[in-house]
């Protein structure tokens, strides 16, 4: 240990009493009032006297935290003061003020309230993208209220949380990390507009600020800002607090809710739905686009209910990322500078709100074979008056729209394959490092990018688009046919693989028999 001085180490000040020379030994946590006391009881003075410090020439002073604290030279004079003494109370007050000052910058008490500040950030943030298990949650929340009630006993100052969302207080309501300015406005040119209606659209070129533009294009394109009386000031800043509540997932990220939501409105202009359905319709098929993967953690509904997470046992195990999707999209929305249906009428809103929730919970892949089946039956005598029918159909396109990358050109589709095998291995890692079962279209060791597009493709994608495809034709060629030509490019891809790996066999054994022989 060495012994060079330290914020944190008691302070010592000499006194001088009566001619009498007191030490006076002050800790980094003394209050103002601690200060007082500490020096009444050495000067042996009462305690409701006042009290100046003076030097020898009888002038007022404060004390100097860079006075030597090792030496006596340098003594304070303590003079003692009744109330009704030639000094005002207000004196005091302003001498006092100063003592607590200079103590103040001595102890350095900013750069303890950061330090404690950023070790809750840290804690805070192992909860957030660590997705630990409830145990281990809990004993981060009671580390994180110990320190919150630490930095908060310092100063009456609020601790941001570095989160996006806190659940740690259920009595408190949700609200967006933190408020959000308004972002550039980007003037789109004409190519753009049009190349927003198809499939083809290139989602790699933009930014997110280019991305939010085009977002608030398709709300005013559409009709819907109108229609709703959304001010577009509140549209701006519903559409920032949605994308600052997308994590940087490789895959469930705020560009891959863009592809979704620009895949929406492509659909609505290529199938003329704008003809067909109503305003509260499209409304409810765009915010639950923009909304459906909130907050996503990165690992799927598998992982949550086999590891026990937070947001398992909150859901019971039902949809629990999908259910957490519409509880946050609803969170911001509650929050008047970001609720883009302020001027919708009680009972409208609820029937939004309530088709908005269908649609997110839909997204889980769990419900694929219910919902398809449900389309099925109603698609060759469908009827765009009939309620339920309308519902089926609503259904299939969050779907469609959600897991369409393949329906885009392979150089735009194939790079979101890596994105998501990455996220996949992040996740079979760790189920792999905590005991956890794994898929093996997850397991790295047992995966290709071949294998895990050929199935999916054949058996999901296909077939869902192909029966969407009876009530609307005109997509076959511009969403169906290219579902078919990358099933074809993965097939070729993985023949390929496997005569590689049968080269790769042969030779190994040949290699062998060679060893043999010798």
């Known amino acids: 240990m060495g012994s060079s001085s330290s914020s944190y180490a008691p302070k010592t000040v000499y006194l001088d009493v009566d001619g009498k020379v007191q030490r006076v030994i002050f800790s980094r946590h003394c209050s103002p009032c601690d200060i007082r006391e500490l020096l009444c009881t050495s000067s042996n003075i009462a305690r409701n006297t006042a009290i100046l410090l003076v030097d020898s020439e009888g002038a007022l002073i404060s004390i100097d935290p860079t006075m030597p604290t090792n030496s006596p030279s340098n003594l304070y004079k303590v003079v003692p003061h009744t109330s009704e003494g030639e000094v005002k109370e ?17 102890f350095r008490i900013n750069e303890l309230k950061t330090e404690v ?57 949700l609200s967006p990390r933190r408020d959000v300015p308004s972002y550039p406005k980007y003037t789109l040119s004409q190519e753009t507009i049009e190349a927003l209606k198809k499939p083809t659209f290139d989602v790699w070129h933009w930014e997110h600020n280019e991305m939010l533009s085009c977002l608030e294009y398709m709300y005013h394109d559409l009709g819907l800002v109108k229609e709703f009386n959304m001010n577009p000031i509140t549209v701006k800043r519903w559409l920032l607090a949605i994308q600052e509540n997308y994590r940087d997932n490789p895959f469930h990220n705020f560009r891959h809710c863009f592809c979704v939501s620009q895949m929406m409105y492509g659909m609505l202009h290529l199938c003329n739905l704008k003809d067909k359905l109503s305003m509260t319709d499209m409304c409810v098929l765009m915010t639950a686009a923009v909304c459906h993967d909130l907050d996503h953690p990165g690992y799927n509904n598998t992982y949550q209910i086999n590891a026990r997470t937070e947001l398992a046992v909150r859901y019971n195990d039902i949809s629990p990322l999908e259910n957490h999707h519409c509880a946050v999209a609803f969170q911001i929305l509650s929050t008047p500078e970001c609720n883009i249906f302020a001027n919708v009428e009680p009972e409208s809103f609820r029937q939004i709100r309530q088709a908005i929730i269908t649609l997110i919970l839909a997204t889980d892949m769990a419900k694929h074979g219910e919902i398809l089946e449900s389309f099925r039956q109603n698609v ?59 898929a093996p279209f997850m397991d790295r060791d047992k995966v290709t990018k071949p294998t895990a597009q050929i199935g999916f493709i054949k058996f999901v994608l296909i077939p869902m688009f192909e029966t969407f495809m009876k009530l609307f034709p005109q997509i076959e060629e511009v969403m169906v046919q290219p579902l078919r030509d990358s099933r074809d490019h993965y097939e070729e891809l993985k023949q390929i693989d496997d005569a590689m790996s049968e080269a790769q066999k042969k030779k190994t054994e040949n290699m062998s028999l060679g060893g043999n022989k010798k």
């Open 90 to 106: 207000d004196v005091f007050q302003n001498v006092l003020s100063q003592v607590a000052e200079q103590f103040s910058r001595a």
């Open 117 to 173: 500040t950023n070790r809750l950030a840290v804690l805070e943030k192992r909860v957030e993208l660590e997705g630990l298990k409830v145990v281990e949650i809990e004993k981060c929340k009671y580390d994180m209220k110990k320190l919150r009630d630490e930095v908060m006993s310092r100063a009456s100052v609020r601790v941001n949380c570095n989160c996006k969302y806190n659940f740690s207080d259920d009595g408190k309501k």
């Open 380 to 438: 060759d005598n469908f009827d765009f008056t009939n309620e339920e029918h309308i519902r089926c159909l609503k259904l299939v396109m969050i779907k469609c729209c959600d897991i369409s990358n393949e329906v885009r050109p392979t150089e735009v589709a194939e790079p979101w394959v890596d994105c998501l095998l990455e996220e996949y291995f992040m996740q079979s890692d760790r189920e792999k490092s905590e005991g956890l079962p794994v």
